[in-house]
Structure formats: structure tokens, C-alpha cells
């Protein structure tokens, strides 16, 4: 049995609830396994303030790997321990390809979000769903041309949402597939999210674990979507929960619960937990 170091686990549909917070369940379960030793490490899509607002329940702060492994920070310090953003040329023809189909999206910087939008009344709209999923505490700029606002930033990452024309989802990712150095990857349906080339959650959690000194056989991580996929299939037990997508279910170790039943608890305490207690006797 494996003897697990380190708990990675994504955050929207995997130990967030439907309620977009970690549910009680979760936060017991994380928190037993930090009591025993294990380091619980959050690897996200998110922006890193948005992340940073669920894991005051942790003793132990581990840094914050964010924006699909771009970039990973200390979340007291603020100290950036890697980034991996995108090259200026790169943005500006990320960007034409976005305003080419008329389309919303973000840019995660290092620092704040700049948000794209026509109308003041599609600003309030955007301004109501960040509050209720993510964070109030994010810094995010509103702009309706951002090419002026990404020069001397340095760019994580942008993330495309499209609801009403799902068939330009498609389309939009043939054309982006045509920039050389960058990494394309969905977090759920009908988004999708633009990185430097490298810049994945596998590859972060490797980081991690050569500055922890943990072997990444010793690491469980959890995860629902397509951007997950690298790092469960790159440490020793990949967990996929029982909403994620079927790709994703199909290259993991295990299939847990939903999010919704707390399936990041059920696998601590029936795999990780279990297997700390045989190891040691």
C-alpha cells in the first residue's frame, strides 16, 4: 500500500460543493489527513485570490497551485515559487482570435483579472456570477478593448466562456491550435482556457513535489475535467469524482462520489487514510 505524503486536490466540481464552498465533510477529511502529516495542496483554475478564500481552515498554508498550473504561490507570502506566463505576441493573437468571433472572456494576470464586455448590463451580469461563484475579493477590471491592458503584465492565462453559441467552442479552439506555445484546456463545458505552452497541473505538481522532496508515488490527487487530467495521470493514485467527465473517469485509478456527496472525504478516509494506518503497522 502506498504510504501518501500529500493530498492534491482541484477545486470546482471536485472538493467544492454545490454551493461553490468546500463541504464539511471535505474539511474534516483534509484536515485529519494535515493532523497526520500530509500536506493538502489545492490545484486550480481559478485566479489565486479566489482560491486562497476556501483554505482558512488549514493549519498549514501550502502553497496554491492556480490558473491550470501557470503559476504556484505561497498564499501567505504572496511569494511566487514558478510562473509560466505567456508571451506578449502570443496574448495579442489570442486576443484578435477572441474579438474575431465577438466573444466574453477573462485574462488571469499574476495580480487581478481583466474582464471583457460590451454593455453595462453584461458587466452587471458578469459582476453578479463572480460573487456568487468565485470571490468578491478579487480584483477584477472592467475593459471593453484589453489589448492596452495586458503590456508589462505578466499573463497567465485566459478563459473563455461561451453559453448561448456552444458551436463556436470548436471552431474557436481550431483556430487557437494554430498559435505556436500555447496550452489549451477546458474546465468544464462550453469554456475554454489559454496558457503558455508547459503550463499544466501535472507539471506543477512535479514542482511541488521535487521542493517537498516527495516521490510523486507517494500523491493522491482529485479531479472532474479535462484540465485535470495531467496530474492524475502523473502521480501515483488518480481519483476522478463520480460528476467528472467520462475521459477523465477513464484514465484515473478510482471513481469516487460527486462532489455533491463529498467523494474527496470517502476516498481519503476509505483509501488514504487506510493506507497511512496499514503502512505504519
Not at 4 to 10: G, P
Not at 49 to 57: G, L, M, N, P, Q
Request: aromatic fraction near 8%.
Amino acid at each position: 500500500m502506498n504510504n501518501y505524503k500529500m493530498i492534491v486536490t482541484d477545486m470546482d466540481g471536485t472538493v467544492l460543493g454545490t454551493d461553490n464552498n468546500i463541504t464539511e465533510d471535505n474539511k474534516i477529511a483534509l484536515k485529519k489527513a494535515e493532523d497526520m502529516g500530509i500536506k493538502v495542496v489545492f490545484a486550480t483554475g481559478r485566479f489565486h485570490e479566489s482560491a486562497k478564500v476556501h483554505i482558512d481552515f488549514l493549519e498549514e498554508k501550502m502553497p496554491i497551485i492556480s490558473s491550470n498550473g501557470s503559476i504556484i504561490k505561497n498564499p501567505i507570502t504572496d511569494e511566487v515559487l514558478y510562473c509560466n506566463s505567456i508571451a506578449q505576441d502570443k496574448c495579442i493573437q489570442i486576443i484578435d482570435i477572441l474579438d474575431k468571433y465577438h466573444l466574453k472572456y477573462q485574462i488571469y494576470t499574476d495580480e487581478i483579472v481583466l474582464q471583457k464586455y460590451d454593455t453595462e448590463e453584461e458587466k452587471q451580469i458578469i459582476i453578479d456570477f463572480i460573487k456568487k461563484v468565485f470571490s468578491d475579493k478579487c480584483e477584477i477590471i472592467f475593459k471593453k478593448d484589453l489589448k492596452e491592458s495586458i503590456k508589462n503584465k505578466n499573463i497567465l492565462k485566459f478563459n473563455l466562456m461561451e453559453l448561448d453559441r456552444v458551436e463556436l467552442i470548436d471552431t474557436v479552439r481550431k483556430d487557437l491550435n494554430k498559435i505556436d506555445g500555447v496550452e489549451i484546456t477546458s474546465s468544464w463545458k462550453n469554456n475554454l482556457e489559454i496558457m503558455a505552452e508547459g503550463s499544466t497541473k501535472g507539471k506543477a505538481v512535479e514542482f511541488l513535489s521535487n521542493l517537498l522532496n516527495i516521490n510523486m508515488e507517494e500523491i493522491v490527487a482529485f479531479g472532474d475535467n479535462y484540465n485535470d487530467v495531467s496530474m492524475i495521470e502523473v502521480v501515483g493514485t488518480g481519483v476522478a469524482m463520480g460528476n467528472a467527465e467520462e475521459g477523465v473517469k477513464n484514465i484515473a485509478d478510482y471513481v469516487t462520489d460527486t462532489n455533491s456527496e463529498s467523494g474527496v472525504a470517502k476516498t481519503i478516509d476509505n483509501l488514504v487514510f487506510k493506507s497511512l494506518l496499514e503502512y505504519n503497522n
